[in-house]
């Protein structure tokens, strides 16, 4: 099954993609506020083996790297 996410009257919601409804209306599985909280749980649907950990850690690592650059300018021009 494929699991997608559109926005509708202010709420990302989740649908089922259309090769896999038998019923003329769409099936919705659940709606969220944020784009990224549905997206996330569509790709949990899509992928039964997603692993949000891993994409977390992802994130910080790119964020104290970011951090990390910053520090070293910061010091690099107080040096000069």
């Given at each position: 099954m494929?699991?997608?996410?559109?926005?509708?009257?202010?709420?990302?919601?989740?649908?089922?993609?259309?090769?896999?409804?038998?019923?003329?209306?769409?099936?919705?599985?659940?709606?969220?506020?944020?784009?990224?909280?549905?997206?996330?749980?569509a790709?949990?649907?899509?992928?039964?083996?997603?692993?949000?950990?891993?994409?977390?850690?992802?994130?910080?690592?790119?964020?104290?790297?970011?951090?990390?650059?910053?520090?070293?300018?910061?010091?690099?021009?107080?040096?000069?």
């Amino acid at each position: 099954m494929k699991w997608y996410v559109k926005k509708v009257k202010g709420k990302w919601r989740i649908y089922l993609d259309e090769k896999f409804v038998k019923e003329k209306e769409p099936v919705s599985y659940g709606s969220a506020l944020s784009k990224k909280v549905a997206t996330t749980f569509a790709n949990r649907l899509n992928n039964p083996l997603h692993d949000d950990f891993k994409i977390e850690k992802k994130e910080e690592n790119k964020n104290e790297n970011k951090k990390d650059n910053s520090r070293k300018y910061a010091q690099n021009k107080k040096q000069s």
